[in-house]
């Protein structure tokens, strides 16, 4: 099985106005993805760290990108393919309440 980083974005907003029977079932599938083994987090306050050429550290509050919503989670998958992958998140809160959610394959490091 191949590793995918996920990463949701959404807003209340977006939460609020989507059906409540939606969301519950999009909660559920959450809950069944955790329990099939997925690593699954709700994001707080970024930071930046910075250590060019290891000349000394530095730390800024904030995230580096930005885009029109915030990043609301984060999930490591487990799929056969990134298809499957897919599959998987559309079903997901930030997917089915007016959000997005990237798919990032993971590589095996050599």
Same mark, same amino acid.
Do not use: K, T
């Given at each position: 099985m191949a590793r995918f980083v996920t990463i949701g974005y959404g807003d209340q907003e977006g939460? +609020? $106005?989507t059906d409540a029977?939606? $969301?519950d079932q999009a909660h559920a599938h959450d809950t069944r993805l955790r329990a099939a083994g997925a690593d699954m987090g709700i994001t707080g306050s970024p930071v930046?760290? $910075?250590? /060019? +050429?290891?000349?000394?550290? @530095?730390? &800024?509050?904030g995230s580096f990108? @930005? @885009? *029109? !919503?915030?990043? *609301?989670?984060?999930a490591i998958i487990e799929a056969a393919t990134l298809e499957e992958a897919i599959q998987l998140v559309s079903r997901t809160p930030? *997917?089915?309440? /007016?959000?997005v959610v990237e798919v990032?394959? !993971? $590589? &095996?490091t050599p």
């Open positions: 939460y +609020d $106005r029977a939606v $969301r930046q760290v $910075r250590n /060019h +050429d290891g000349a000394g550290m @530095s730390v &800024e509050s990108m @930005s @885009s *029109a !919503l915030p990043v *609301a989670g984060f930030c *997917a089915v309440a /007016h959000g990032w394959p !993971l $590589r &095996e």
